[in-house]
DNA sequence: CCTGCAAATGTTATAATGTTGCAAACTTTG
DNA sequence: CAAAGTTTGCAACATTATAACATTTGCAGG
């Protein structure tokens, strides 16, 4: 998988999306899942935006566009992609976010900027593999591993308040 | 500081109560910060769960003890155990559990059982270097780290449903 | 003691986030 | 087509968190 823009750097998003559609049709279609227009359409307004969505917010969007949707059908379809590994909720700001390692199964961590409210996920073996150890020394079983660092990214660091 | 029992394994509880509560009025005083009343009572019903409780949950427990207390009671106290690192925030569950090393400026990893509700809170410094790697080789600078994760402890491993 | 300030708390209302339950529409399958 | 399963619409509700402003409390000078 050819990897992506750094979401801090200038690129061609729209390219940028296209990919994760087409990626996440993909992916859809050898697990036997539907992708919806409904759950296509969330996936791609959460691709548009270079930062976290809120439930809420996609919900407003949707509703602009003339869809008369309810909270329901928003947490349904995030349900769907996170079920398949689409997106990525991110607790610590009620929010979610593509996946840009979609089909791989892995854990994310995310560095999440305080500045700019971009967020990057990073395929990060290392800490997988410490947070296993340091389970495993008091024989506890993971499932799940939630990573979530506030900071500052590089951009922001010298001149603060990137959009 | 002397180790806590880890919250499954049987111990006695009260002792681990009042040896935090000594600690937090401690830290305190050293920080020239008020553990008020109000905040104490926050700060040991959160010990004397051995679950990480919920703002409400805290809110109804004052309730049956005659304090008529409103949610911003409740939030400001626990933002105010937060800042002075007497309790953390599990981004995860909505909810709020002790610090076993309050004092000691760290961050905290957080191993929460699904099945009976226990979290054992770690100080895994491999981790916290991993993670502070990982940001370095992209220029992020970490400030804040949320690490959760969600999974089966030892004794729910064999025989499930440990209250 | 009193006075005045700052910190803490009380109180009411409201915002933001997430869920339940059931009915209608659509898809797949035989 | 008919049955079964899945998805969506919809209304109500539950939970979590904050805003705004009034009141009380703790404390330092006068
Ligand atoms: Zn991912
Ligand atoms: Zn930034
Ligand atoms: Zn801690
Ligand atoms: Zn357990």
Redesign the pocket.
């Known amino acids: 998988m050819p990897e992506r823009a750094l979401p801090y750097r200038p690129h061609n998003h729209e390219a940028c999306v296209s990919q994760a559609l087409a990626d996440a049709r993909a992916i859809c279609r050898q697990q036997n899942?539907?992708l919806?227009?409904?759950?296509e359409r969330v996936l791609e307004l959460i691709w548009q935006s270079h930062k976290p969505l809120?439930?809420?917010?996609i919900l407003a969007m949707l509703g602009t566009e003339g869809?008369?949707?309810?909270?329901?059908?928003?947490?349904?379809?995030l349900?769907?992609l996170l079920q398949h590994g689409l997106v990525h909720?991110i607790?610590s700001?009620?929010?979610f976010t593509g996946c840009t390692h979609a089909g791989e199964h892995h854990r994310g961590t995310f560095l999440i900027c305080r500045e700019c409210g971009n967020v990057l996920e990073l395929d990060a073996p290392d800490v997988t593999r410490a947070v296993e150890a340091a389970a495993a020394d008091v024989a506890f079983r993971p499932e799940e591993i939630t990573m979530e660092v506030a900071g500052r990214c590089p951009r922001c660091q010298g001149e603060p308040g990137h959009a």
Not at 36 to 39: C, K, Q, S
Not at 54 to 57: P, T
């Open positions: 899942a539907r919806t227009p409904i759950r809120g439930a809420y917010d869809h008369n949707a309810a909270p329901p059908t928003v947490y349904r379809a349900d769907f909720r607790a700001l009620n929010a």
